[in-house]
Each structure stands twice: as structure tokens, then as C-alpha cells.
């Protein structure tokens, strides 16, 4: 079966009664017929039937071995750093999730995790970053917002020969598009409030494992940290996921226009999309992905026009988050990167000058002209 049918079917014929749409299980708690008795439910924390049939469906889209669902991309990420212990080293993507360098700098920092942030896509600086302590290579491709691309199975090839952990943050390309279990990832982690959920309308995170034992030991730290999706978020999720191939497609096309009039655009200096032949890392992306998604960022020429652009558009609203049908614009420096020092947002090319853009559904002309109308004075 082709993954858009699973994608579709998601949650279907799976309950007692018949229903299409996976049931909202809004129980905290399940009863038990006897002593050592179980339904195989006891506690929502530990496992809800709702939860159940999302954390299949995740697994069985990215073809790992066990998904685990959390309140959010934050919390998955949170959690997924609880399975190693005091002194352990990390390799990061440079131009990361802004959330996840600062769960770095302020957080996992206290408890003596260190990381090292590097631009993944270059190997060497990976080879170079490298040391005894380092347990994990956590990875954004594309990343946030500079759409780098990474090569995921040199990664895990170089990875696998040190003993280390390959963990992709997934969130840009999602399962339809990119695959990174099947390029040699352990780990693959989603905020599953951007492309999967796709409405802008839930919280999500979502955590796929390769590996029996290294799941089995994440599912304890799962129930025991407690950070778990509830079953209606679950459910929302789900609903949002059985378009995802509808939704991908149509934003993936207006992407590229939306690119094509950008690169022609004389207030744009540079255009960062990976659909764009010019770009550094397309012939990579075509390889190990089967599309390019449909978030670029781009720089324009003078400065002033970053304010005018955000408060000029009609259609597209300026705010943060991506992957949803409603086209948003976000100024990554003040935004979703503000956490970084400067001179590292600098170095990474997170400057004064760039916006981000994560394409909608909405007719690519309607949103051809509101940059238009934005962009003139
Ligand atoms: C949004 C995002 C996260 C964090 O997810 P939340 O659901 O906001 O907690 C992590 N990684 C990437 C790439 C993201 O875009």
C-alpha cells in the first residue's frame, strides 16, 4: 500500500463499533475485571486507545519500530535528550529549531548534556565535531531557516562507524516526503503542529524509533516524564494527517512559483529554497527525498522593507509557525531564533534582512500579488 492510502485509512476499521473516525477515548483511567487483569488499558498517561492508533500510524508512516506521541514538538524533543545522562556530548545543526538551541543553552546544559553546533550540511564539520563523549547527531534537514540540506545516510553511515545515535528532526518534509529510518536514522522526531496537524489548530509532537530496546526504553521515559499528547489533540492530529498528501502536493507547487517570482524580484538579494535548481543542496534534496517542501526563506535588499513586507501583506499572516493551509510570513531574528547570540545567528546567515515564508493552499497568484503589493511602497 502506498503511503498516501495509509495516510488516508489512518484510525480506520480499528474500532468495535464501526466508526470511520477513530472514537476520542476521554478516559483518564480504564477498570480492571479482576486482580492482574487488564484490558491492556490502565492509566492514560501510560497508554489511551486514541493515542494508540495515532503512535501506530506515525511508526508505520516513517517504517520504524514504535511512535510515541507528546503535547509537543518541544516535549518529544525533551524527552528524547532524557535517554542519555550527565557528561554526554551532542552534535547540532546549527541553524536549528530555535526551541531546541535553547533547550541546550538553558536547560539541558544544567543537567551536564553539551552540545556542539555545527552546519550538518557539511561532513566534515560533523567528522570534526566529533568527540569520545558524543552519543548523538541531531539533525535538522531542511533546516530552520537556512534550507540546508544534509546528507542523512552519510550521516548515519559516520554515525554508525563511531557508535553514535542518528536522531532527524523530520518536521520540514514529513514521512510523505522524506524518509530518514530508511536512510539509516534511529530516531526520527516531528512537531506535529506544522506539517502533519496542517490547520494551525493543535500542539503536537511526535517520536518514531527504530530499534526494539531503544524503544523500549523510551516508552519508560514516555510514562514516567509524563509529557503525552491528550486524546483529543490526538485525535485533531489524525484528522489533519489524512490530507497531508493533498495538502503537501498543492503547497509544494506554490512553493516553487512563489520561488520563481522571488529569485526575479529586484528588492530580493537571495532566495533559499531547495526546489530552486540554483540551490546548493537540490540535486542532494531530489536524492534522499521525494519532494521539496514547501518553506523557503529569502533576504531582501534593504533592510526597512522587512518591517514594511510583514505589515503590508493581507493574505499572508505574519506570525510564527509553518506547515499549515494558511500561508505565514516570519522575521526568524526577532521570531523563532531570538534565543541565538547574534554573532551565531549572523554566522549561520539569520540576518536583519531575512524572512521566512511557509507556503499555504491558498491560490499562488492571490499570494503572488499580496508579496507584490507588500514588497512596493
Ligand atoms: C516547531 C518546531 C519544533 C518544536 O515543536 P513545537 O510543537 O512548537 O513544540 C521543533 N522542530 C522544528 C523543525 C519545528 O519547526
New binding site residues.
Given amino acids: 500500500m502506498k503511503i498516501t492510502t495509509h495516510l488516508a485509512q489512518i484510525g480506520n476499521k480499528r474500532d468495535a463499533t464501526g466508526a470511520i473516525s477513530f472514537p476520542v477515548y476521554h478516559s483518564s483511567t480504564f477498570s480492571h475485571q479482576g486482580l492482574g487483569k487488564s484490558t491492556g488499558y490502565d492509566y492514560s498517561r501510560s497508554q489511551n486507545p486514541t493515542r494508540e492508533v495515532l503512535e501506530e500510524a506515525i511508526a508505520r508512516l516513517e517504517g520504524g519500530d514504535r511512535g510515541f506521541a507528546f503535547s509537543?514538538?518541544?516535549a518529544a524533543?525533551s524527552t528524547i535528550f532524557a535517554l542519555f545522562r550527565q557528561g554526554d556530548h551532542f552534535i547540532v545543526t546549527e541553524d536549528c529549531?530555535g526551541?531546541?538551541f535553547r533547550l541546550f543553552h538553558k536547560i539541558l546544559n544544567q543537567f551536564g548534556l553539551s552540545a556542539s553546533f555545527v552546519d550538518t550540511s557539511k561532513l566534515d564539520e560533523i567528522k570534526k565535531a566529533i568527540l569520545p563523549s558524543t552519543k548523538a547527531i541531531f539533525c535538522?534537514t531542511p533546516t530552520?531557516p537556512m534550507m540546508r540540506i544534509a546528507n542523512i545516510k552519510q550521516i548515519t553511515l559516520l554515525a554508525k562507524s563511531k557508535g553514535i545515535l542518528t536522531i532527524i528532526?523530520n518536521?520540514?518534509l514529513t514521512p510523505l516526503l522524506q524518509k530518514p529510518i530508511e536512510l539509516g536514522a534511529d530516531i526520527v522526531v516531528h512537531?506535529g503542529?506544522?506539517y502533519l496537524g496542517g490547520h494551525n489548530d493543535v500542539?503536537?509532537?511526535l517520536v518514531v524509533i527504530k530499534d526494539h530496546s531503544l524503544a523500549e526504553r523510551f516508552g519508560v521515559l514516555q510514562n514516567a516524564i509524563g509529557a503525552v499528547l491528550g486524546p483529543q489533540e490526538c485525535w485533531l492530529l489524525m484528522r489533519g494527517m489524512k490530507t497531508l498528501a493533498l495538502r503537501v502536493a498543492a503547497q509544494e507547487k506554490n512553493a516553487q512559483q512563489i520561488a520563481c517570482w522571488l529569485v526575479k524580484h529586484p528588492l530580493v538579494e537571495a532566495v533559499y529554497y531547495p526546489g530552486l535548481e540554483s540551490h546548493p543542496g537540490h540535486d542532494l534534496q531530489l536524492e534522499q527525498a521525494s519532494g521539496f517542501g514547501s518553506m523557503m526563506s529569502f533576504t531582501v535588499k534593504h533592510q526597512r522593507l522587512v518591517r514594511q513586507i510583514v505589515e503590508k501583506v493581507k493574505i499572508i499572516s505574519f506570525a510564527e509557525?509553518?506547515g499549515g493551509v494558511e500561508s505565514l510570513i516570519t522575521f526568524p531574528t526577532t521570531q523563532t531564533h531570538a534565543e541565538m547570540p547574534s554573532e551565531m545567528r549572523e554566522r549561520s546567515g539569520v540576518t536583519d534582512c531575512l524572512l521566512r515564508l511557509s507556503v499555504g493552499i491558498e491560490d499562488a497568484q492571490d499570494l503572488i500579488e499580496d508579496l507584490e503589493q507588500a514588497f512596493s511602497e
Avoid: Q
Wanted: hydrophobic letters at 30%.
Fill in positions: 509537543s514538538g518541544m524533543i529549531y526551541g531546541t535538522e530552520n528532526d518536521t520540514f512537531s503542529t506544522k500542539l503536537a509532537g509557525s509553518l
